[in-house]
């Protein structure tokens, strides 16, 4: 699913007087919060969903797979997500 399947899902859930607009309003609204909540809090949980969390990784040297040459790829950070008891219920 992409953010237009999300969209019509919440428009749907929302109810017959929501319109597409107010729903991506909503999931854009929810996207920007979880931003900021990473940036900020480093950590975002949702009870029963999951936990999404900013995770540091090293630097390190990776070959290039047409030349064989080395390249340095910088520490960085990624954005992880570990599956709660409940949606692991539902997969």
């Known amino acids: ?6 969209v019509e899902v919440v428009a749907r859930f929302m ?11 909503a ?10 909540g990473l940036r900020k809090e480093r950590s975002i949980s949702l009870s029963g969903f999951g936990t ?5 990784r090293k630097g390190r040297v990776l070959r290039n797979p047409r030349t064989g040459a080395p390249m340095k790829v910088r520490p960085g950070k990624r954005v992880a997500f570990k599956a709660g008891k409940t949606l692991k219920g539902l997969l």
């Open 52 to 56: 999404f969390e900013v995770r540091a």
């Open 1 to 6: 699913m992409n953010k237009s399947g999300l």
């Open 15 to 25: 109810g017959a007087g929501t319109s597409k607009a107010q729903a991506e309003r």
């Open 27 to 36: 999931v854009n609204a929810v996207l920007q919060g979880m931003s900021a």
